[in-house]
């Protein structure tokens, strides 16, 4: 998963834009070999077997594509989500596009918190939110904990804490 960071100083809202993406190695040209390479190769071997008699295993080949490329679909429509924090001197936003929908939260920046939560479990990810006021937004859910660590990080440079607004460089 990448974290992509863009600086961005404007005339209307001076502050920095950090842009998360997650990281989606394959193309949608790719998905299509991927999965018609592997139709011809299960097609070949279900019809030398079909034509052996055991005509059953066609439609289980069929199945076992169909699934294949439904899942292969959902990897890539996940792949298309960004969450964009734009932190001003006023305010933090969180904005969520994904293919289904978008989202956006706003944080009064001297009020807002980062916290990293520690995982539920062993084996389970940290979160990462920014909260106020009782209200919470969960980032970089797609993140690695790596990543995820490095962000909070400058998060919390760039956020400060509760009644702290440090100076946006």
């Given at each position: 998963m ?12 001076p502050?920095?834009?950090?842009e ?31 034509a ?20 292969v ?8 989500q960004?969450?964009l ?6 305010s ?10 978008a989202?956006?939260t706003?944080?009064?920046?001297h009020?807002?918190t ?5 995982p ?9 939110v920014i ?7 969960e980032?970089?859910?797609?993140l ?5 660590l490095?962000l909070?990080g400058?998060?919390?440079q ?5 009644s ?6």
């Amino acid at each position: 998963m990448a974290v992509s960071t863009l600086e961005t100083q404007s005339a209307l809202a001076p502050g920095h834009r950090i842009e998360l993406t997650p990281n989606c190695s394959l193309t949608p040209r790719s998905a299509r070999a991927f999965v018609g390479g592997l139709a011809f190769v299960t097609f070949g071997t279900a019809t030398f077997f079909a034509a052996q008699g055991l005509w059953p295993i066609l439609p289980f080949a069929g199945l076992e594509i169909g699934l294949l490329w439904w899942a292969v679909r959902a990897s890539m429509r996940a792949g298309r989500q960004r969450e964009l924090i734009l932190i001003t001197d006023d305010s933090v936003v969180i904005e969520r596009l994904g293919p289904a929908r978008a989202s956006r939260t706003v944080f009064a920046r001297h009020w807002a918190t980062v916290k990293l939560r520690d995982p539920p479990a062993a084996r389970h990810p940290s979160r990462l939110v920014i909260e106020s006021h009782g209200r919470a937004c969960e980032v970089g859910r797609f993140l690695t904990e790596e990543e995820r660590l490095g962000l909070a990080g400058r998060l919390r440079q760039l956020v400060g804490r509760s009644s702290e607004s440090p100076a946006l460089d």
